[in-house]
């Protein structure tokens, strides 16, 4: 059961990392004005995306958040 914990609890931070690289930065509206903003048009990405990235990440946080509970009671119980 711990294995199984540590195993979802890896994938759920690679998964989390992932999901943070792929949303847009708050600042991407500055970059443009700094390198000229020509290649920031067509990069530019829907708001629905950005919302919905913004969703999941907040599902997979709350997730680690829980499954590292999880191990720290499995720990503070001895069940291993």
Avoid: E, W
């Avoid at 690289?21 to 530019?44: D, E, H, K, P, W």
């Avoid at 829907?46 to 829980?66: E, M, N, P, R, Y």
Wanted: aromatic share 6%; with cysteine; glycine share 8%.
């Amino acid at each position: 059961m711990m294995l199984a914990a540590k195993i979802v609890l890896v994938a759920l931070c690679a998964l989390l990392v992932l999901v943070i690289l792929l949303q847009s930065g708050r600042s991407a509206g500055l970059s443009g004005v700094i390198t000229g903003g020509s290649n920031q048009m067509s990069n530019r990405r829907s708001k629905g995306l950005d919302s919905f990235l913004g969703k999941v990440t907040v599902v997979l946080a709350i997730l680690l958040f829980l499954v590292t509970m999880l191990i720290a009671a499995f720990y503070h119980y001895n069940i291993h």
